[in-house]
């Protein structure tokens, strides 16, 4: 106020114009920013995301291979039981033949299986039924049978007849 | 830091406002830094702030944010005192109900604060930047005279005569001289003629003194030789005695009846003339001013004076005259610039 009675209104150059040309730039780089935010964001979330899966991915790889070498055990285990009940049914059968061999007049006290043999332990009430009809059947299957008889004191014997088979006769046959 | 900026990108514009005897002329600068792009003026047929008026002024400051109206003041009670001292301007008048204000720590220009708000009420709708007062433009006007002359320097406007005496630089006396009273506003005039004869009959020792300073004058003017012309002083101060009252109430009985103004430039330049004189006369005898001898007169004329008032104050009361064209508007405008710095 050098020469007037009053001091000039305060000017702006915040017009209505200006205002609105403010506003609608500020709308416009705040709706690019939150774009911008939000790209960034998802970029984030992709990325976690990413690393999740491929983790889920090498657990899950993992989890194969665990898998793959359960199956495999399972495998060889079923292999292993299939044979160990294929054994068991053979051995079944063998022992069912086996008493099948027995006839109704002798009579086996203990029976021992062995790998390559059987070891039978028994009376009869004498040398011939064992030997025709017993020790006979068993000669036909096994390739070595050895029999020993002790008496008992009634007259009958006890019997132990032991049978092997040879292997190298098998692999002939 | 934001406001400068754009301030300097955006172009400023001046309205200057001066309301005439009739009209209001708007005028309006556009500036691009210092330099002035574009102008405009226009003249009203109204006095008040009309639609037309308003439209105008919104039209031309709806270019920028950065516009700055400008008015001169019209107030019939403003003036100017000597000193910036407060204790100072009470020997002159209460300064309580008046606005005033320092130019450049020598002297002090006031207006009435009523009328000041008054107009700032009317132009409301558009709003006003600057007031400025008559005195501080003519003291721009004729800086580089005011500074080393002693003399009486006038501006003439439409309606009003600003009247002021410096010597080198220092505000001795200055006047704010209205055309054309109204009618109680003449009566009161009327009253403070009166007054001032009363002041005369009171002060009889004063007029004695007077003829003293008269014979000095006489004195002074024996370097002019001409003894007719002296003959013409000694009718003046005889007007100034007893038949002034008389010839005062005759031009003022002649001005204010109708309020009609001629359009012939004799009978305003007459007038003017009185009023000057009038005030001359109140500015040697009122001792609370320091008296000097008035020899030259510098007129910044606004209006477009005819010859008549030259000769006049050459005539009657021997004064060297010096006439100057100023375009109101334009100083106006330049004052609004300053202001900004």
Redesign the interface.
């Known amino acids: 106020?050098?020469?007037?009675?009053?001091a000039?209104?305060k000017?702006?150059?915040?017009?209505p114009e200006?205002q609105l040309l403010f506003a609608f730039f500020s709308v416009t780089f705040f709706m690019l920013f939150m774009t911008y935010a939000f790209l960034l964001f998802k970029d984030y979330r992709f990325s976690e995301e990413k690393a999740s899966v491929i983790a889920q991915r090498e657990n899950l790889e993992v989890a194969l291979e665990d898998m793959k070498k359960r199956i495999v055990f399972i495998q060889k285990e079923q292999v292993l039981a299939e044979k160990v009940f294929t054994g068991n049914v053979v051995l079944k059968d063998s022992i069912a033949n086996l008493f099948d061999l027995v006839p109704q007049r002798i009579t086996l006290s203990q029976a021992q299986i062995l790998q390559n043999g059987l070891i039978l332990y028994g009376i009869t009430p004498n040398r011939d039924v064992y030997n025709f009809m017993l020790h006979a059947p068993l000669k036909s299957i096994f390739h070595r049978s050895y029999s020993s008889f002790y008496p008992e004191e009634n007259g009958w014997l006890r019997f132990v007849s032991t049978n092997y088979i040879d292997e190298e006769k098998l692999n002939e046959n | 830091m934001f406001d400068k900026l754009f301030g300097a990108l955006y172009l400023k514009v001046f309205v200057n406002i001066i309301v005439g005897r009739t009209t209001i002329t708007v005028y309006v600068e556009y500036c691009s830094g210092d330099e002035v792009t574009e102008s405009f003026e226009k003249t009203f047929e109204t006095l008040n702030l009309t639609k037309a008026v308003e439209e105008y002024i919104s039209l031309h400051t709806a270019e920028s944010p950065y516009f700055y109206i400008s008015m001169l003041d019209k107030s019939q009670f403003q003036g100017a005192l000597p000193s910036c001292n407060a204790k100072e301007h009470a020997k002159f008048i209460d300064i309580s109900s008046y606005q005033a204000a320092c130019y450049k720590n020598a002297w002090t220009y006031y207006t009435l604060k009523s009328d000041l708000l008054l107009v700032q009420k009317e132009y409301a709708r558009v709003g006003l930047d600057f007031i400025f007062s008559p005195f501080v433009i003519l003291a721009e006007f004729f800086k580089e005279k005011i500074d080393v002359h002693t003399a009486m320097f006038v501006l003439v406007e439409d309606s009003f005569l600003s009247l002021s005496v410096f010597e080198n630089g220092e505000l001795l006396f200055a006047e704010h001289l209205d055309m054309f009273y109204k009618e109680e506003a003449a009566e009161l005039l009327i009253e403070d003629a009166m007054e001032d004869i009363g002041i005369n009959i009171d002060l009889e020792n004063s007029i004695d003194l007077e003829d003293i300073d008269a014979d000095e004058e006489l004195g002074d003017l024996e370097d002019f030789g001409d003894i007719e012309d002296l003959d013409e002083i000694d009718e003046i101060d005889e007007f100034s005695d007893e038949k002034e009252l008389d010839s005062l109430m005759t031009q003022k009985e002649e001005k204010h009846p109708s309020y009609s103004v001629s359009s012939e430039g004799f009978s305003e330049d007459y007038q003017r003339f009185s009023l000057i004189q009038t005030s001359v006369k109140h500015f040697y005898k009122n001792p609370k001013y320091k008296s000097v001898f008035i020899e030259n007169v510098y007129i910044a004329d606004a209006v477009g004076l005819g010859g008549d008032l030259k000769h006049y104050l050459e005539d009657e009361m021997f004064l060297n005259v010096h006439i100057r064209k100023m375009d109101l508007l334009h100083e106006m405008c330049s004052m609004a610039k300053k202001e900004l710095g």
Not at chain 1, 1 to 6: D, E, G, R, T
Not at chain 1, 11 to 15: E, M, P, V
């Open positions: 106020m050098k020469f007037s009675y009053i000039p209104r000017k702006s150059a915040l017009t200006v």
